[in-house]
């Protein structure tokens, strides 16, 4: 059984920094890629970054660009997203996501998902 657990999240001052950590187990990490999307209340979830099986290829959405690092340790099973810079438009439920196949861009197409870990930016 595949299982992807979010940690990290919380409550941050605006500009601060978070990471979020996603432990894999349950199947083929070193196989998928591996990507975090993030949903605000109230609207649709959206995707955030993400990360080839090797690590090599990382793709950013441009609200996050030169703030978010996206990671993976393969020794560990786990994908990281590094948060600089925290802004309030940044507040949602963080998801971590694995797809068998590609670096999709539509959620749609990820094939395992965590439960989500909130992150609160406060001013």
């Known amino acids: 059984q595949v299982q992807l657990v979010e940690s990290g999240g919380g409550l941050v001052k605006a500009g601060g920094s978070l990471t979020l950590s996603c432990a894999v187990s349950?199947?083929?990490?070193?196989?998928?890629?591996m990507a975090w999307f993030r949903q605000a209340p109230g609207k649709e979830r959206e995707s955030v970054a993400s990360?080839?099986?090797?690590?090599?290829?990382?793709y950013y959405s441009d609200f996050v660009k030169g703030r978010f690092n996206i990671s993976r340790d393969s020794s560990k099973n786990s994908v990281y997203l590094q948060m600089n810079d925290l802004e309030l438009g940044d507040t949602a439920v963080y998801y971590c996501?694995?797809?068998?196949?590609?670096?999709?861009?539509?959620?749609?197409?990820?094939?395992?998902w965590g439960q989500g870990t909130p992150v609160t930016v406060v001013s």
């Open positions: 996501a694995a797809a068998r196949l590609g670096i999709p861009v539509s959620a749609r197409e990820y094939d395992y």
């Open positions: 990360i080839s099986r090797s690590g090599s290829l990382t």
């Open positions: 349950g199947g083929s990490f070193i196989t998928w890629a």
